[in-house]
Each structure stands twice: as C-alpha cells, then as structure tokens.
T-cell receptor
Framework: AQKITQTQPGMFVQEKEAVTLDCTYDTSDPSYGLFWYKQPSSGEMIFLIYQGSYDQQNATEGRYSLNFQKARKSANLVISASQLGDSAMYFCAMREGRQAGTALIFGKGTTLSVSS | NAGVTQTPKFQVLKTGQSMTLQCAQDMNHEYMSWYRQDPGMGLRLIHYSVGAGITDQGEVPNGYNVSRSTTEDFPLRLLSAAPSQTSVYFC???????????FGEGSRLTVL
C-alpha cells in the first residue's frame, strides 16, 4: 500500500483564488512528520511547510497552510490567493518516527496550473 | 550560502559505462540521501546515510553504490549504467529536529 497518496494528478485555478491540494498518508507510527515541497519547471525542490504529528495547531507559512486531520490521515495543502508563480508540481512527503535522520517518503505529486 | 551542491548537472552515458554523481553539503548535517525522480513516480529513495561511515539502502538501490567517508560528501556511483537509470537525481541533507530535506539542484542523467 502506498504510504503517501496524492489523488489529483492536475489542478487548475485562477489567480487570486484559493486551492486545496490533497494528501493522505498511511502510518502506524504515532510520531511522524508531514511536509510539502514545490517543484517549479526549473526543477529545484522548495520546502513549503511542515506539520508534526503532535502539533496541536495546523501549520501556516504565509499563503500556505496545512489542513491536518489526524483521524482521517490527511494533510492537505491550502494555497490562498493563488499567483501565477504558484504554477508547479507539489509533493507531499512523510517522515515516520521521531528522528530527523529518517527518509522522507514522497507522493507522486500534483501539478498545479494557475491562470490569469 | 552553498547548501547542497551536486555535480554534474547533466550527463549522457552509454550503456555499461560507470560514473559518479558528486554531492557535498556545508551545513554539517548528519543525514544525507539520494533520490531519483521519474515522471509520474514522485521521488524514490536510492540510498541514505545517517553519518560518516554509515549507509543503508532505500527503496530502489539496485545498480547504485554509495559511501560516506566524511560528513560533507555523499557520492552516488553507477557501476554499469542501464537505460532504466535515465532519471533526474537529487541529493539531499536533513536538519534536526523536523527532518526537513535540503535538496541539491538535481542531476539529469541520460543513459543511451
């Protein structure tokens, strides 16, 4: 079974609208971390946001917020007020366990296209 | 700030040739890893290291070797390149306490 599932291969949104990118995860470890990365067409991987499994509040970073629903094992990324520069591939990833030195498991990604 | 540096950025190999992808980080991170990215597959872990002298296999290790003689460097070796190894390769190091990965710019490898 996949550990990280991103069910939306592609999403389309207009500028200034909000968009939600879905991510569900599967783990039996009570301690884990969830990440979102952005990959623009230039290819680099850009860290966006992190949520720990014990964090009480949803993580936010500027226009990015993580809608963390632990019981549903979902960690959706919400981008408010989309911009043309948000057009990119977005990856959800998970670290199982407490230690930072544990591999991240990535989903297959969602391509976001923002139009004017 | 250099961060994670990968070389080369592009490489074309013939089947059977060997090569090494270099990776260096200047952030004193203990954990380093190599991923490959293929269309529709996301990023898959090849090998990782939790410190100098310690390496382990990830999800797709076959055909690749690694070593970690220093904290800074984590080279990935292709012993006998195959067309199935055509991919984009990313080296990454991670930071306490979250495990956030810091990525290199990627290396695009084509095996003919």
């Amino acid at each position: 079974a996949q550990k990280i599932t991103q069910t939306q291969p592609g999403m389309f949104v207009q500028e200034k609208e909000a968009v939600t990118l879905d991510c569900t995860y599967d783990t039996s470890d009570p301690s884990y971390g969830l990440f979102w990365y952005k990959q623009p067409s230039s290819g680099e991987m850009i860290f966006l946001i992190y949520q720990g499994s014990y964090d009480q509040q949803n993580a936010t970073e500027g226009r990015y917020s993580l809608n963390f629903q632990k019981a549903r094992k979902s960690a959706n990324l919400v981008i408010s007020a989309s911009q043309l520069g948000d057009s990119a591939m977005y990856f959800c990833a998970m670290r199982e366990g407490r230690q930072a030195g544990t591999a991240l498991i990535f989903g297959k990604g969602t391509t976001l296209s923002v139009s004017s | 700030n250099a961060g994670v540096t990968q070389t080369p950025k592009f490489q074309v190999l013939k089947t059977g040739q060997s090569m090494t992808l270099q990776c260096a980080q200047d952030m004193n991170h203990e954990y380093m890893s190599w991923y490959r990215q293929d269309p529709g597959m996301g990023l898959r872990l090849i090998h990782y290291s939790v410190g100098a002298g310690i390496t382990d296999q990830g999800e797709v290790p076959n055909g690749y070797n690694v070593s970690r003689s220093t904290t800074e460097d984590f080279p990935l070796r292709l012993l006998s390149a195959a067309p199935s190894q055509t991919s984009v390769y990313f080296c990454a190091s991670s930071e306490e306490p979250t495990g956030e990965l810091f990525f290199g710019e990627g290396s695009r490898l084509t095996v003919l």
